[in-house]
């Protein structure tokens, strides 16, 4: 189901697909790319970037260089090949996917800051999630990599600068324990416009993973925010919810919901987009 384009600011829109089957989506997704490319080319026009906030049926996605021996067991999942960057990944309900289809020559980005920027507005909102709704906020942040795309989450349990009036995004991670990660990215380029992007475990079910060596690592643990910051169960709230206005009683408001994760990262990439959220120094290698 596609939903109507929201939009973000004069040359940013999204869009939403629930249950959305990964066939579909990625040839609607190149269309529209090289739809714009002969726009571009054609007539001289730039449209507008496009954020497709994605809800996919449970699938195995493989890069376009990927290496099958990355998938270690068969299951009734489907596996299919893909044009991004990147080697085999799974998507499924409870994971947030958002495809980055942007003009990235209008904006003067390189793709270098493209990663970037997706990598730090996940950064952004993994570690806003973390101050304000984890129990031990102040002993676990999460930082890109550079010898490694995506974001990854650390614990400063063991580090001895763990200084209490120091923020915890700001503490060396090199004494720091990498636990996992939580969110990949898969970009691809066509004539200067990107599509794909990025995808960020919420409370997905993590099993999916152990078939594969996530993003061709062997042994990469992967994790999802649910384990680390209070998010409430969707169809509970919902029933939760219903009772409370029965009973004319305030719902609980205490955990994040997929919803808010999700805006948060649309307003953090809209304002990246705009120019208003400047990109920091790049992780060191």
Same mark, same amino acid.
């Given at each position: !189901? %596609?939903?109507?384009?929201?939009? $973000?600011?004069?040359?940013?829109?999204?869009?939403?697909?629930?249950?959305?089957?990964?066939?579909?989506?990625?040839?609607?997704?190149?269309?529209?790319?090289?739809?714009?490319?002969?726009?571009?080319?054609? %007539?001289?026009?730039?449209?507008?970037?496009?954020?497709?906030?994605?809800?996919?049926?449970?699938?195995?996605?493989?890069?376009?260089?990927?290496?099958?021996?990355?998938?270690?067991?068969?299951? #009734?999942?489907?596996?299919?090949?893909?044009?991004?960057?990147? *080697?085999?990944?799974?998507?499924?309900?409870?994971?947030?996917?958002?495809?980055? $289809?942007?003009?990235?020559?209008?904006?003067?980005?390189?793709?270098?800051? !493209?990663?970037?920027?997706?990598?730090?507005?996940?950064?952004?909102?993994? #570690?806003?999630?973390?101050?304000?709704? @984890?129990?031990?906020?102040?002993?676990?942040?999460?930082? @890109?990599?550079?010898?490694?795309?995506?974001?990854?989450?650390?614990?400063?349990?063991?580090?001895?600068?763990?200084?209490?009036?120091?923020?915890?995004?700001?503490?060396?991670?090199?004494?720091?324990?990498?636990?996992g990660k939580i969110a990949s990215l898969g970009f691809k380029i066509k004539h200067g416009f990107s599509y794909h992007g990025v995808a960020i475990n919420l409370d997905?079910?993590?099993?999916?993973?152990? @078939?594969?060596?996530?993003?061709?690592?062997?042994?990469?643990? !992967?994790?999802?925010?649910?384990?680390?910051?209070?998010?409430?169960?969707?169809?509970?709230?919902?029933?939760? @919810?219903? *009772?409370?206005?029965?009973?004319? !009683?305030?719902?609980?408001?205490?955990?994040?919901?997929?919803?808010?994760?999700?805006?948060?990262?649309?307003? #953090?990439?809209?304002?990246?987009?705009?120019?208003?959220?400047?990109?920091?120094? $790049?992780?060191?290698?």
């Open positions: !189901m %596609q939903n109507t384009a929201q939009p $973000l600011n004069d040359m940013l829109v999204s869009k939403s697909l629930s249950a959305a089957d990964y066939v579909p989506t990625l040839d609607a997704m190149l269309s529209r790319t090289l739809a714009r490319i002969a726009l571009k080319k054609e %007539q001289g026009l730039r449209t507008p970037d496009e954020l497709w906030i994605v809800d996919h049926n449970d699938v195995y996605t493989l890069g376009q260089a990927g290496k099958e021996e990355h998938i270690l067991q068969r299951t #009734n999942t489907p596996i299919i090949k893909t044009d991004r960057g990147g *080697q085999v990944t799974w998507h499924g309900h409870g994971q947030l996917v958002i495809y980055w $289809l942007f003009d990235l020559e209008s904006l003067g980005w390189s793709v270098r800051n !493209m990663v970037s920027h997706a990598e730090q507005a996940i950064e952004d909102v993994v #570690n806003d999630c973390l101050k304000s709704h @984890a129990s031990n906020s102040s002993l676990i942040s999460a930082h @890109a990599r550079r010898d490694a795309p995506g974001v990854y989450l650390y614990s400063h349990l063991n580090t001895a600068s763990n200084d209490k009036a120091q923020p915890v995004t700001e503490l060396p991670i090199d004494d720091a324990i990498m636990l997905c079910d993590l099993s999916a993973f152990n @078939a594969i060596n996530p993003c061709g690592y062997a042994g990469m643990q !992967m994790l999802r925010l649910a384990d680390f910051a209070a998010m409430d169960k969707q169809a509970q709230d919902k029933q939760l @919810a219903a *009772q409370a206005a029965e009973q004319s !009683m305030p719902a609980m408001t205490n955990c994040l919901s997929y919803e808010q994760v999700t805006q948060k990262l649309i307003d #953090n990439i809209a304002k990246r987009h705009a120019g208003h959220i400047q990109l920091r120094a $790049l992780a060191p290698k």
